[in-house]
């Protein structure tokens, strides 16, 4: 047994008998004498020689009595203390700690009535499906372009980049490819003019070179390089396309796989509720802030849940912010309300603007005609 720490009230092992004595309080322990100098090796000890006599006996029995004394010393256990880590609760505290996390669970299940079916359905991978929405949320501020890219870029304006965004949405259209396709195909433009400038003679191609990245990432049947190179009415060669390939992916260091708009577009659209022409309405808004630059500031996800709010307005759903659309956004309405009034302009605007490709494409049966719809555009008070 390990000897007890110096201010725990009993003395150490090493202590004079005495000391050991005074401490228990044994009256029956009698003090050892001091120990002489060691005697010749015949000269006789209390009055006989050593090794013989009655007082020579007696006192080596008292002395290796006393050491045995020493050795065998049993001391009394130290009292048990209770653990730092262990707190004695009062019961109205546990009652309230209860009561708190009963709450909690509670809250959630409320907040995920719209994915009760889930479980049912494997792709919907309804056992990650939490922890993956979070995950993305905390990734998406990585992959983000900087906002004021343009002022370092010599040779091209945010007009250019406008016209860029406009008319890969008509080669997306022509090819019938993914939404996926079309938000990762603009990140990567946007991102890759972040870190290197470009020369406007060159723009088209870093556009076609972005979204055959895209293609080749998002779709299954992709069209080929020579597709590419047919659509700029070959203006860029197959060559051409596939070096600037090269250069686009390692500026961005094979960054690829990154949250956008659409990750997050489908789990808070089905939090939210509401119709095919609320889902339109909510992607029309999107593909509207595509194609204007100061929509690149905003994360994604942010994005999606302004979006979603102002159509909730539009079509008049109330509330048009829930705690359960608060909850899966990690937004509330006060951090969306600077994002809405974008939308609000950009909505207003779209009929009188130049670039006409989302517009065009939104005003089709296809997607209910949400862009040819007339909405009271002026800001609830």
Not at 70 to 92: D, G, I, K, S
Not at 118 to 131: G, K, L, M, V, W
Not at 141 to 148: G, W, Y
């Amino acid at each position: 047994m390990a000897p007890p720490s110096s201010n725990s009230g009993y003395p150490r092992a090493t202590t004079s008998v005495a000391a050991l004595a005074a401490a228990l309080g044994d009256e029956n322990m009698a003090p050892c004498p001091p120990v002489e100098a060691a005697p010749g090796p015949r000269q006789n000890v209390a009055g006989g020689r050593l090794g013989g006599g009655a007082g020579a006996a007696a006192r080596r029995g008292r002395v290796l009595g006393d050491i045995t004394n020493v050795l065998t010393l049993q001391q009394p256990a130290a009292p048990q203390q209770r653990p730092r880590h262990v707190m004695r609760h009062e019961p109205e505290m546990v009652d309230r700690q209860v009561r708190r996390v009963t709450d909690e669970v509670y809250e959630e299940a409320a907040f995920n009535v719209a994915f009760e079916g889930d479980a049912q359905d494997t792709q919907r991978i309804s056992e990650y499906a939490p922890e993956v929405h979070a995950h993305l949320l905390h990734e998406e501020v990585f992959f983000m372009p900087r906002a004021d890219y343009m002022s370092g870029q010599a040779d091209i304006n945010y007009k250019m980049r406008g016209i860029l965004v406009d008319w890969l949405v008509e080669v997306h259209m022509r090819y019938k490819l993914r939404p996926e396709t079309l938000f990762l195909a603009i990140n990567l433009i946007d991102r890759f003019l972040s870190v290197r400038t470009m020369m406007r003679r060159k723009l088209q191609l870093l556009g076609v070179v972005c979204m055959f990245i895209a293609t080749k990432f998002e779709e299954i049947d992709p069209p080929k390089v020579g597709e590419f190179a047919y659509i700029t009415d070959n203006t860029y060669t197959r060559n051409e396309i596939l070096s600037m390939e090269c250069t686009v992916l390692v500026a961005l260091h094979f960054q690829i796989a990154i949250p956008m708009q659409t990750h997050f577009k489908d789990r808070l659209l089905r939090a939210n509720g509401g119709d095919l022409v609320h889902r339109y309405l909510t992607e029309y808004l999107l593909e509207l802030g595509l194609v204007d630059i100061r929509s690149i500031r905003h994360p994604p996800s942010l994005l999606v849940a302004a979006a979603i709010m102002f159509a909730n307005e539009l079509m008049g759903q109330r509330p048009t912010w829930s705690a359960a659309m608060a909850h899966h956004a990690r937004r509330p309405a006060s951090a969306l309300s600077g994002c809405v009034e974008e939308f609000r302009a950009l909505l207003d605007a779209a009929p009188r603007a130049s670039l006409q490709a989302v517009r065009r494409k939104y005003q089709s049966d296809q997607y209910c005609a949400v862009a040819s719809m007339e909405f009271n555009l002026r800001p609830r008070e």
